[in-house]
């Protein structure tokens, strides 16, 4: 079946430096969606990418989608204590189904 | 927004008996629900897709005798874990969506089983 790869696995930053966590699909992925779960929380839906090469903001966070639709990643500046948690892509197939990658779980060290 | 809720946030209970889990879209009605599970540090594992008044769809791997889901109205899906086992410790979430690509998750119930 289709696997979404995501890494890195951990990241520990220093507070105020940037972080970058990548998904990778050996199949064209059909939308991605970026999740953040903290810590004994649930994931919490962050935003959805459609479109081949795009790219949206929220705030600190960019969230990218590659030209060929089998990538995405999400790229946090000057990180926060605030932002603390572990990140999910996930692919959203035809069947509505949401095939999530590992997670990248992120460590600030004020 | 969406709100999904889920009781209990935890359980304990002992080997061989069987628990009940309830998940509730509060203010949409939700076509489709489905069911995760996830061990410590590890990602979410998609156990079934329930839609109202069918049966649930299970993935490979998935006992559906074991793990029975119900999905009695437009708001409510349940997932039973019978003849619970020590192995059967978990984080079960449960998410919902109104027709489109957006899942909403439930906070999730802590299973021990003892």
């Known amino acids: 079946g289709q696997q979404v790869m995501q890494i890195p696995q951990y990241q520990h930053v220093q507070e105020g430096e940037d972080f970058t966590t990548y998904c990778n699909s050996s199949?064209?992925?059909?939308?991605i969606q970026w999740y953040k779960q903290r810590p004994g929380g649930h994931p919490v839906f962050l935003i959805q990418l459609v479109k081949s090469g795009e790219v949206k903001k929220q705030k600190r966070l960019t969230f990218q989608f590659g030209e060929a639709k089998k990538n995405s990643s999400l790229h946090i500046t000057a990180t926060q204590t605030t932002d603390v948690g572990t990140y999910f892509c996930?692919?959203?197939?035809?069947?509505?189904?949401?095939?999530f990658g590992q997670g990248t779980t992120l460590q600030v060290k004020p | 927004g969406a709100v999904v809720s889920q009781h209990p946030s935890r359980v304990i209970c002992k080997s061989g008996t069987s628990v009940k889990i309830e998940c509730r879209s509060l203010?949409?009605?939700?076509?489709?629900m489905f069911w995760y599970r996830q061990f410590p540090k590890q990602s979410l594992m998609l156990m079934a897709t329930?839609?109202?008044?069918?049966?649930?769809?299970?993935e490979q791997g998935v006992e559906k005798d074991k793990f029975l889901i119900n999905h009695a109205s437009l708001t409510l899906s349940t997932l039973t874990v019978t003849s619970a086992h020590p192995e059967d410790s978990s984080f079960y979430i449960c998410?919902?969506?109104?027709?489109?690509?957006?899942?909403?998750f439930g906070p999730g119930t802590r299973l021990t089983v003892l």
């Open positions: 329930s839609n109202e008044g069918s049966k649930a769809t299970y």
């Open positions: 199949t064209t992925l059909s939308n």
């Open positions: 998410s919902a969506n109104e027709g489109t690509d957006t899942q909403y």
């Open positions: 996930a692919d959203t197939s035809n069947t509505g189904k949401l095939i």
């Open positions: 203010d949409f009605q939700a076509t489709t």
